[in-house]
Structures are given as structure tokens and as C-alpha cells.
């Protein structure tokens, strides 16, 4: 076994693996970038060493310091992890002409699954089922729209260098084919500077499950399958293993092929072959078929472990260091069922922007298994992506581990971004999911219902509104404090309510809308006469309300009105680091409230940013180009006049 191994990689995934090495006594190293110095990640590892800005391409991307770093820190090896350099065969190349190890498969192994063409056309020598449809390497588009019309609509076209979902369109009818294919390869030149297609049928209510595979460079186990179907486009939400309604037979079948892609091309380590299952009928032995293989350790391997009893990075280091396979396939076997639900900083009803903030509260639940990269106080950056923790629950059965998923969300707490918790939830009680009744289009029909079901409550914002006057704390609650009758206005960023005490745990709330009586009992809160699940929980930014349909209110911030006062409205700053895209004023225009003065790119989206008031533009402190900090001042406008 290694005595030291560098982790190449940030957020959970670098925190999962280091929890594996500490148990196993290896040594960590870590690495990090400028916005990642007071990480999780790097306060767990042994070592730490900085790479450089916070772009993936000064920090996480830069092979070549990543290699110096372990060779200085005397690591062994450098573990990947998932995303990043994790599938890149340059990076194997140099890791192991710098006489360190890999752990993952060989460079070779990736290359030839790296592309979705080559994998199907090697698949299929392999005898491995694989989606119908052309991926041959004529390009042209009228050679294209023939194959499309031979395969039969609907079809999927497809990036051969895809991954993330990017790169593809759903066609339904051949009209519509040449800008689908137009606006595919576009994306795909755009996203992985390879514009090449391939057109596979599209299966209809397909679902999508995956089985765990493991190498020792000649032959290969199966850990079973994970369902993945839970998508919202093309992206995965919730996973489970093993997948509902799995036959012992379908499980042999699908096991077997996994282990022939993995044996043929001599794989190493952990990897996971994703197959389309058609689940229109059941699942049957003859319907599923080969999409690609994800050369590495897969988000969300945790179900897979949790069924298994299985530590796959401890086997991912055993292996790297030499050692057979840890198991054989006869030894291996299911015990219950688990879920893995992923918690995104994001704004469900803004279209599931990504969101940034600090988590001026963050509280998990015991009973889950939670892999997270942050901590309460820490920053979701918008230079990462920004997932907040995996949630992993397991039970007996799928109805109790389901069940388990559920109270793990509703006690999930996190204050100072918005996410999708609640949506989460949402899903965990949709009747269809409950069943088992999953295909990758359920999140999409069901959207508005999903959303809906995950909007702030109005009974929860009574609680908060009780909250922000004071009245959920302990010595006010313990009753320390003389009630008084009392009717008052309560105010926050952007609302407020009056408020009537009416004695001693009870109070009215007119939220303007509603009216809502609350009364309390120590830390039991009925609002409308009904026993609510809910906790008010006050923190720095303000109060939240969770346990389902959050609520947050921002307090007023006294500093921010009176810099606002001070003339604080005549600058514009950047909101966020990211880069100028575009300025649309100079110095001399005049310009109205609302008025769009700038575009700042940053988490892969562009924002307007505006003007807060008329005036006449003073000063342009920044330039189309310019990579900007938090806070930096972007336009200035001209004093007002008293
Ligand atoms: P999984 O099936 O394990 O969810 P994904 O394809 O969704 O795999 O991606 C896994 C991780 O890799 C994600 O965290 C994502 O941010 C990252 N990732 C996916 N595609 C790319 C890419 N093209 N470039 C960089 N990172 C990527
Ligand atoms: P990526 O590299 O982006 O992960 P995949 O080939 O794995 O691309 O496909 C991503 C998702 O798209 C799948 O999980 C599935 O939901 C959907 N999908 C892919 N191929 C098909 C198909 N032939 N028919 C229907 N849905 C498909
Ligand atoms: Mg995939």
C-alpha cells in the first residue's frame, strides 16, 4: 500500500477520498486554488499545496504543477478523483513518465472509451448490446439525415466527445433534423472543440442504469447496478441501487456484458458502464443497450457501497498498489437498498440557476451518510460546481431507505444560498418515484407540479416572521421575558407583516395575503392550529425556517443603507468574480434606472448588471475582458444633486 498519495481534485470527492486514506493510514496531499485556500478539503489533508487562480485552468487543470506537487511532497501516486483531469490520458501519460502512479485505469483504456463512437464500434466487437444508430465517421449532413431517416424518428444526436448532457438533441420529426444537427455540432465544437455527431435511436421511456465495474488490468467483477433515471435534462438528481424491478436474470445479463466492456479493453480500477434501458414493458434481458463508459470513480458510487458493504476507493488504492482484485464475483452480493440525492446551490424557480453564497448555516442529519466538501461559514464560489453535499440514505428495503431520504432532506439545513432542497423532497414523496415507476422524462413532465410543491409556505414564513421578532429565542420562549400585548410591524429585506401578540405562546401573523395564527409550546410550533415540522433557526444573514418549503428572511442591514445613503448607489460593483463580457455605456450617456450597463460572465452564465437610479455615467472602470473580483467597481454615475 502507499505510505502518501496526492489528491488531484477539490469538494467532496477530495474529502470522500482522504476519509478512505485516513482509515487505511495513507498519507494525503492536497491540492488548491486561491478561492479554495480555507477548504474542507485542504484542512482534512495531511499536506497542502497551492496551484495558482481560481479558473479550473490556473489550478485544478495544470497537470504539469499537480506532478510537481506529489513528486515534492514525496507522494506515491495521485488519485483523480471525478471531473477535472479524471478522464484525461495526457495526464495519465505524465503522471506515469514522472515515475508516480495513477490511480484509475491506463491512458490506453481511457482513449478508447474517450469518444462515444469508438466505444460503440469496440462494444460491439465485444459483443456488447449498443443503442442502434450510426456512428461511422462520415460527417456530412445529408449522409446524416439519410442514416436518421434509416434508424427511424424519433433520434438522438449525440457529440461523440459529449459529456454533462452537452451536445445532444432529441429529433421527432425529420424536418427538423439539419438545425438540431446544426445547433448540436455548434455546442459540441464549442464545448470539447470536437464538432463530430453520432445519431443513435431514441429510446422511448428509457431508463437509465448503470453497472459498477472493476478491474485489475485482466479481468474484471460487477458490483451490481445503480438507476439513474431521476434526470433533469440529461443530468442526474437522484440515483439508487439496485434499480426497481431489477430481475435476478436481467442483473446476470447486464453484469456480464459490463464485465466483457471492462475485460476487452484490459480495464484497471473502478469504472461504470452506462446502459439505455428500454422500460416501456418491463424490464427485460433483451432491452437494454450500451451508451458509454465513465472511465473513473462516478458521483454517485456511494449507493453502490452501501449495498455492497464495499469501500470502492479503498479498493481503487489496493489495486493501484498492486494487489489483485480484493474480490471474486461469487463473493459479491446485494443487502438492501440505498439513495443518493444530490443538494445543489441553486435556484429551483429561477430555472435552476446556479447559485453562490456563504452558508451562514449549514446542519446535516445523523442517520444519512453525507459527503460534503464544505462546512458551516464556507463559500459556494461560482468558480466550481455547486453542489453543497450528496445525501446517501440506506434501508432494508427501498420503501424504508426512501422513506429515510426524505427525513434526511427535511432536516437538512442550510442557510445563505438558496437550494434545491425542497425540490428534492418534492420528488422524494412524487407517487411515481414512491413505485418505482421511473424514466428519465419523469422530472420533465412533472416540472410545474415538482416546483410548485417546493414553493415557500406561507404557514412556514408566519414561523419566520415570529422569529425575526425575537420570539422563537430561548429566554424569550423559556419565558424569561414578560410577555406584553403587542402589535407591531416586522420588516425585512424586500416584505414585512404585523405582528399581534396575544399572550404567552400565541401570537397572530398578516402576511398580507394570509393571516396565520402561531402558538409554541417549547420547541413545538402549531401554526393554524396544526403541529408543524418546522425549525427557526436565526443566523447571521437572517432567519430560516426549514423542514420542508423553506424560508429565508433577510434582516436589514443597517451598514448596506447607509453606504446606500452615503451615494453607495452611484457605483455599480461586480456581484461576483467573473469576467466583463460586454460594457454598454461610456463616460457623459445618460442613463435610467434598470438601464443595462454591463455583462459579467461568471458561472458559465451571463449577468445584466444595471443601473440603480438615473444619472449620467461619471466614470467606465472596467473593459470588455477584464476578470474581475467580488466587489470591484465597474461604473460609476455622477453624485445627484441634493
Ligand atoms: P456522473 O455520471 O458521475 O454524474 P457526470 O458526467 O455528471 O458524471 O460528471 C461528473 C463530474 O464531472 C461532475 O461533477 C461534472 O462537474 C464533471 N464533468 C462532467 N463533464 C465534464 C467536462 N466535460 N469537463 C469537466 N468536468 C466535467
Ligand atoms: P453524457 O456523456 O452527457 O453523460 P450519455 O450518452 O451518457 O451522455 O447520455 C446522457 C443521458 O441522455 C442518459 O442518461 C439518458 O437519460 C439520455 N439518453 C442517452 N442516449 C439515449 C437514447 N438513445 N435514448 C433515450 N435517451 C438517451
Ligand atoms: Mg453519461
Known amino acids: 500500500m502507499f505510505d502518501k498519495i496526492l489528491i488531484a481534485n477539490r469538494g467532496e470527492i477530495a474529502c470522500r477520498i482522504i476519509d478512505s486514506c485516513r482509515r487505511l493510514g495513507v498519507g494525503t496531499v492536497a491540492v488548491f486554488s486561491d ?20 479558473a479550473p485552468a490556473d489550478s485544478y487543470l495544470r497537470g504539469d504543477a499537480i506532478i510537481q506537487a506529489a513528486r515534492d511532497c514525496g507522494a506515491q501516486a495521485i488519485h483523480p478523483g471525478y471531473g477535472f483531469l479524471s478522464e484525461n490520458p495526457d495526464f495519465v501519460d505524465a503522471v506515469e513518465a514522472a515515475g508516480l502512479v495513477f490511480i484509475g485505469p491506463s491512458a490506453k483504456a481511457i482513449r478508447a472509451m474517450g469518444l462515444k463512437d469508438a466505444a460503440k464500434a469496440l462494444m460491439e466487437e465485444a459483443g456488447v448490446p449498443v443503442v442502434p444508430g450510426y456512428h461511422g465517421s462520415n460527417q456530412d449532413p445529408a449522409h446524416l439525415a439519410q442514416q436518421a431517416d434509416d434508424i427511424g424518428y424519433p433520434v438522438l444526436i449525440k457529440a461523440v466527445a459529449g ?12 424536418r427538423d433534423f439539419a438545425d438540431a444537427l446544426a445547433s448540436a455540432q455548434s455546442e459540441a465544437k464549442n464545448a470539447f472543440g470536437n464538432p463530430d455527431v453520432l445519431i443513435e435511436k431514441y429510446v422511448l421511456q428509457p431508463r437509465h442504469i448503470e453497472v459498477q465495474v472493476f478491474g485489475d488490468g485482466h479481468r474484471a467483477v460487477h458490483l451490481f447496478e445503480r438507476d439513474c433515471s431521476l434526470q433533469r435534462r440529461h443530468q442526474k438528481v437522484i440515483e439508487e ?4 424491478g431489477m430481475t435476478e436474470d436481467m442483473r446476470k445479463t447486464m453484469g456480464a456484458a459490463a464485465v466483457r466492456a471492462a475485460e476487452a479493453i484490459g480495464y484497471k480500477g473502478a469504472g461504470t458502464i452506462e446502459f439505455i434501458v428500454d422500460g416501456s414493458d418491463g424490464l427485460r434481458s433483451d432491452g437494454f443497450w450500451f451508451m458509454e463508459m465513465n472511465t473513473r470513480l462516478q458521483v454517485e458510487h456511494p449507493v453502490t457501497e452501501a449495498i455492497t458493504g464495499i469501500d470502492l476507493v479503498e479498493w481503487q488504492l489496493r489495486v493501484a498498489a498492486g494487489e489483485a482484485l480484493p474480490a471474486r464475483q461469487e463473493d459479491l452480493t446485494i443487502t438492501g437498498h440505498a439513495f443518493e440525492a444530490r443538494l445543489y446551490a441553486e435556484d429551483v424557480p ?7 453564497g456563504r452558508l451562514a448555516h449549514l446542519n446535516f442529519p445523523d442517520g444519512a451518510r453525507i459527503e460534503t466538501g464544505v462546512r458551516q461559514g464556507d463559500t459556494i464560489s461560482p468558480w466550481y460546481d455547486p453542489m ?6 440506506y434501508g432494508a ?11 434526511a432532506l427535511v432536516d437538512t439545513e442550510v442557510a445563505g444560498s438558496v437550494t434545491n432542497v425542497d425540490f428534492l423532497i418534492a420528488l422524494t414523496r412524487h407517487d411515481g418515484f414512491r413505485k418505482g415507476e421511473v424514466d428519465t422524462g419523469l422530472i420533465g413532465r412533472d416540472l410545474d407540479d415538482l416546483i410548485a410543491a417546493a414553493e415557500p409556505d406561507p404557514r412556514a414564513r408566519a414561523l419566520a416572521v415570529i422569529g425575526l ?28 407583516a404585523m405582528l399581534e401578540v396575544l399572550g404567552p405562546g400565541a401570537a397572530r401573523v398578516d402576511l398580507g395575503d394570509s393571516i396565520h395564527e402561531v402558538r409554541w409550546q417549547g420547541d413545538r410550533w402549531w401554526v393554524d392550529d396544526a403541529l408543524r415540522r418546522n425549525r427557526i433557526v436565526s443566523h447571521d444573514a437572517g432567519i430560516s ?8 428572511l433577510t434582516r436589514h442591514d443597517p451598514l448596506a443603507r447607509d453606504a446606500a445613503s452615503a451615494g453607495g448607489d452611484a457605483l455599480t460593483l461586480s456581484p461576483m468574480p467573473g469576467l466583463v463580457k460586454a460594457v454598454h455605456v461610456s463616460a457623459g450617456q445618460e442613463v435610467k434606472a434598470g438601464d443595462r450597463l454591463a455583462v459579467l460572465e461568471a458561472m458559465k452564465m451571463e449577468h445584466s448588471l444595471t443601473a440603480a437610479r438615473d444619472g449620467t455615467v461619471a466614470e467606465v472602470l472596467a473593459q470588455a475582458g477584464d476578470q474581475v473580483e467580488a466587489g470591484a467597481p465597474l461604473i460609476r454615475l455622477e453624485e445627484e444633486e441634493a
Open 35 to 54: 478561492a479554495d485556500r480555507a477548504a474542507r478539503h485542504v484542512a482534512m489533508a495531511d499536506e497542502a499545496v497551492h496551484l495558482g487562480g481560481p
Open 163 to 174: 459529456g454533462g448532457g452537452k451536445g445532444m438533441r432529441r429529433v421527432d420529426d425529420p
Open 241 to 244: 441501487a439496485p434499480a426497481p
Open 350 to 356: 429561477a430555472g435552476f440557476l446556479p447559485a453562490t
Open 388 to 393: 453543497i453535499a450528496k445525501i446517501v440514505t
Open 397 to 407: 428495503t427501498r420503501a424504508i431507505a426512501l422513506r429515510a431520504l426524505e427525513s
Open 469 to 496: 421578532a425575537g420570539l422563537a429565542d430561548a429566554d424569550v420562549k423559556g419565558g424569561a421575558t414578560m410577555w406584553q400585548p403587542l402589535r407591531r410591524t416586522i420588516s425585512w429585506e424586500g416584505g414585512q
Open 545 to 552: 425556517v426549514f423542514g420542508g418549503r423553506t424560508v429565508h
